[in-house]
């Protein structure tokens, strides 16, 4: 109850729902034996919800922008399956655990695959005929063309015919009788009487001096607001609108909500991805559908919960199978396929070991196998190296990643190292946003002490200011006086046709036209002049691959040769020096 209305109300998420977390029962059950007693645990979760909210004003929500998207879809396509395995005992009569049971190892010591060794013995032709009519209403429901039909949700139509099947079979005695224990079971006043309890357990204040509390709010408040932040992202990828829930403000509404239930009694709440992909299948589209669940759970409860008892549980869980198969999808599955094996496996660990464990394990688990993919593709390409042939000579380029920390100096001396003594390199980290300070260490000792010894040129570029490493060209990336009298027009041609060959592939050469810029402007020696028409796509730089001064460009509609265009055509050559007159088409 307070999870749907008061946390539903300071929440800003419009599709996620908040209730008891079974993935906390563990710890629950462990905190209360180690407190000796409830009322102490209620004080231990009270301080836990004030801890929540310092973390929502911290700002800790944002962690959950670093979850990766692998985990977190494997986190849905687990709790699919779970729904799956957990329901088909129930969907047909099979009710010796209780109905939101989610874990592995339960209580009984059954396993969730050793629980269907015991349907054949144990299987009710009454409960089985509601449970399997109930899911051909919500398959049928989704060829409902009538506008006012589909108005009316799915879920709720199989409550009130289940329902009405399991009165009818239980007063009717047709051989399929469905018997009290297959039915909900919400405590009314009948059941209570005669247990001398009181309605609410208040914290007991007493205990504040007790350290283990305080102990057993932190670890309460921390794995609270971890399965929290797990289950809202997985939430987003289900909402068909795709919003984005604030994290911190959620840690901030969970902690007023956690926070009430240790004053009032209740157990610890987290974000639910099945009540909340119920209520998006549904068409639960904003905040009012999960605080108007939240008041109707206080309603029903406290005013007709006998009304709830007419419920067969195999109606409840063909609405929980259904919502599995959709979130376990086969197209979930091939799409992570599809992204490869750096996507795939991670996402297929994660959904066996929640299937195996329970949520919040399996999901950390899958976490550290996706950090462990993200280490092993920094280690392995933590740069790039491209070899360029310039004008000049050739130029290997290498290419920093985006974030170069000190389990790549490894890779980066190897690279060094093998350099071939007489070339030259050129250190990129144009994208680089985070170098280790060790690689920068390592960078300058190569740069001023290696290279030398080993005839090597080290050019530099792109490095930050903080870093004083200044950008240094030392390579010649456009035509001068020497290469244009070198240059016979074969090997000018010869030139151009690699340079088209780079643009068609996509694989231009890095040049830095701030130093061509500067330097033309004391003298341009063009090896070519190209006659092209002024069509606009093609600016014979940008097609041929070319820098700044390595020709020159005549562009006039149609190549048409004109006085002005000859005379142009005679400076070139004639004056400038050019070897090679090209006239350029349009195919």
């Known amino acids: 109850m307070i999870g749907g209305t008061i946390v539903g109300l300071i929440s800003g998420s419009q599709t996620s729902i908040s209730g008891p977390s079974a993935g906390l029962a563990a710890i629950i059950l462990a905190e209360i034996s180690s407190l000796r007693g409830y009322e102490t645990f209620l004080f231990a979760l009270m301080l836990a919800g004030l801890i929540q909210i310092a973390l929502g004003c911290l700002r800790a929500g944002e962690v959950a922008d670093f979850l990766p998207s692998s985990v ?25 655990d209780p109905i939101g049971e989610m874990s592995f190892w339960q209580p009984d010591r059954q396993t969730t695959f050793s629980e269907f060794l015991k349907i054949s013995g144990d299987t009710h032709f009454g409960a089985a005929t509601i449970g399997l009519f109930s899911l051909l209403i919500l398959g049928g429901w989704e060829f409902i063309k009538s506008p006012r039909l589909r108005l009316i949700p799915a879920p709720l139509v199989v409550i009130v015919v289940g329902s009405l099947m399991g009165i009818w079979l239980r007063r009717y005695d047709v051989g399929w009788s ?3 224990w297959h039915f909900f079971r919400v405590p009314t006043r009948e059941t209570l009487e005669g247990i001398n309890q ?6 007991n204040l007493e205990q504040w001096q007790n350290p283990a509390i305080y102990l057993a709010a932190l670890l309460i408040a921390v794995v609270a607001s971890l399965e929290t932040l797990l289950n809202l992202d997985a939430v987003d990828r289900l909402d068909p609108e795709h919003r984005h829930s604030p994290p911190s403000r959620e840690l901030v509404a969970q902690g007023v909500g956690n926070t009430l239930c240790g004053i009032l009694g209740g157990l610890p709440i987290t974000s639910r991805v099945v009540h909340s992909s119920v209520c998006i299948q549904s068409g639960g589209k904003t905040k009012r559908a999960i605080i108007i669940h939240g008041f109707l759970f206080l309603v029903c409860t406290l ?16 609405i929980l199978l259904w919502i599995g198969a959709k979130m376990a999808s086969p197209q979930l599955f091939r799409a992570m396929w599809a992204e490869g094996r750096y996507q795939f496996i991670p996402f ?10 329970e949520k919040l394990i399996g999901a950390l688990i899958g976490l550290a196998v996706g950090v462990a993919f993200i280490l092993n593709s920094n280690l392995r390409r933590p740069l790039k190296k491209i070899r360029e042939k310039h004008i000049g000579g050739e130029l290997t380029r290498i290419e920093l990643g985006n974030q170069v920390s000190f389990l790549n100096r490894g890779v980066f001396e190897r690279t060094l190292r093998d350099t071939k003594p007489g070339s030259h390199i050129m250190l990129d980290a144009t994208n680089t946003d985070f170098i280790d300070p060790d690689v920068l260490s390592l960078i300058r000792d190569f740069r001023d002490r290696v290279a030398p010894k080993h005839s090597v040129i080290v050019s530099l570029r792109g490095f930050k200011n903080k870093y004083s490493l200044n950008d240094e060209t030392q390579f010649i990336d456009y035509s001068t006086r020497e290469l244009q009298q070198d240059l016979n027009p074969d090997e000018v041609l010869q030139i151009l046709q690699e340079g088209n060959q780079r643009f068609q592939a996509g694989q231009p050469l890095f040049r830095d036209y701030t130093t061509q810029l500067s330097t033309t402007a004391q003298g341009q020696f063009p090896f070519a002049v190209i006659l092209s028409c002024i069509d606009s796509r093609a600016p014979v730089e940008t097609i041929l691959d070319l820098g700044l001064g390595d020709v020159f460009s005549i562009r006039i509609a149609g190549n048409v040769v004109g006085p002005k265009v000859l005379g142009s055509l005679e400076y070139s050559c004639g004056v400038a020096g050019s070897k090679l007159i090209v006239v350029l088409g349009h195919t």
């Open 348 to 357: 297929l660990l994660t959904v066996v070991a929640i299937i195996f464990t």
């Open 72 to 96: 977190v879809k494997g986190l849905v396509a687990a709790v699919g399956i779970i729904l799956i395995l957990k329901q088909i005992p129930h969907l047909l009569g099979h009710d010796t």
């Open 198 to 203: 009181p309605l609410f357990k208040f914290p």
């Open 303 to 318: 005013l007709v919960p006998s009304y709830l008892n007419l419920i067969p549980l195999s109606c409840i869980a063909a």
């Open 178 to 180: 469905v018997e009290e």
